[in-house]
């Protein structure tokens, strides 16, 4: 039976003659109006921690584009931050935490990680009664190995060697790391279904410098446990993992992750996910960013064959990875019209 939302029931495995479309970071950036908010917030976890802000940021793109769902705008660092660790984000440099190490895990403070985050969750509630009916709401957390990245390594790093490293020469304390992050992100997750989203996604942003064995157990694992937990509580919850640069790991990590929806990166090449996953599976992306920065022919034409390439099973139209902040707005709702096939 369907919702009355196409990207929900996308998600939940039914076609649609052309792909529903979301924006992965799409309140960000690129929007004048998004920067005029988040220099009234003051600090970024201002912004997320405030449940009027970030309501209406996370409603912005939807006044300027025909996008079918909104995405809650927070942070995937804002469970570090709940769970006691120091959290800040330096201008024009991205996050920075002090970084935990063997003997400082024991200060993390797990059973008082979602009481911190009431904020967030009465954003949940906010957006929804603010929502379309037809528009699909999207809530998130960062999955674990990624989430642990920045917590050891105190920034993020183009290798992740610290925290591949650490997992290496103290496992024990890692697994009880990963432990943690999984129990904290289900608890999350299961949260934001009760305030309101209709779907969720795992960001598994930095899955891609890893061998078949860590990500077996780094990134595979941790997901499908938290899938598991999500649908103890909340049964057929739709899930959408994106683990970004996964190549050739994809097909293991949708099926024993078991996640509703597999989101792609820019460099899977179409064919290949064509080939390698069930065709019920459904699919999300998988446009580059910098195709939406220059814009044009070259961009109208991927887009075509991106819709074309998943044409034969569920597919929800979005970018390989984040937008990016120099995106020309008039590219963005131009690639929505084409999307919907105007």
Not at 207 to 234: G, K, M, T
Request: proline letters at 7%.
């Amino acid at each position: 039976m369907r919702s009355g939302k196409p990207l929900l029931d996308t998600a939940l495995g039914m076609r649609q003659e052309r792909p529903p479309i979301w924006i992965m970071r799409q309140a960000g950036r690129y929007l004048p109006e998004y920067r005029e908010v988040r220099e009234k917030a003051g600090s970024f976890l201002d912004l997320c921690y405030s449940p009027a802000l970030a309501t209406e940021v996370t409603l912005q793109p939807l006044r300027r584009f025909d996008l079918d769902a909104a995405i809650l705008f927070s942070d995937i660092l804002v469970i570090p931050h709940a769970l006691g660790q120091n959290v800040r984000f330096a201008p024009g440099e991205g996050p920075i935490l002090d970084p935990i190490d063997e003997n400082s895990l024991a200060t993390l403070k797990p059973e008082k990680a979602l009481d911190n985050l009431d904020k967030v969750l009465e954003a949940l509630d906010r957006i929804k009664l603010a929502l379309g009916e037809n528009k699909t709401l999207i809530g998130f957390c960062g999955a674990p190995w990624t989430v642990a990245t920045y917590m050891i390594g105190g920034r993020g790093s183009p290798d992740q060697a610290a925290a591949r490293l650490f997992a290496l020469e103290h496992p024990e304390t890692f697994a009880a790391l990963i432990d943690i992050l999984v129990e904290v992100s289900a608890q999350y997750l299961v949260a934001q279904f009760r305030a309101g989203a209709d779907m969720v996604q795992i960001f598994e942003s930095w899955a891609l410098n890893l061998d078949e064995d860590a990500f077996r157990s780094h990134v595979i694992e941790p997901n499908r446990r938290i899938v598991e937990r999500v649908r103890s509580f909340i049964p057929d919850a739709p899930i959408t993992g994106f683990p970004r640069g996964a190549a050739g790991m994809l097909a293991e990590y949708a099926e024993k992750t078991k996640v509703s929806v597999l989101g792609l990166d820019f460099a899977t090449p179409l064919a290949f996910a064509s080939s390698n996953l069930p065709k019920t599976l459904p699919v999300q992306g998988n446009l580059d960013p910098l195709r939406l920065v220059a814009g044009g022919k070259q961009m109208e034409d991927r887009a075509e064959e991106i819709i074309e390439g998943f044409s034969d099973r569920p597919h929800i139209f979005n970018l390989g990875h984040g937008i990016v902040p120099q995106t020309p707005i008039a590219h963005v709702s131009r690639l929505v019209d084409i999307v919907h096939g105007r």
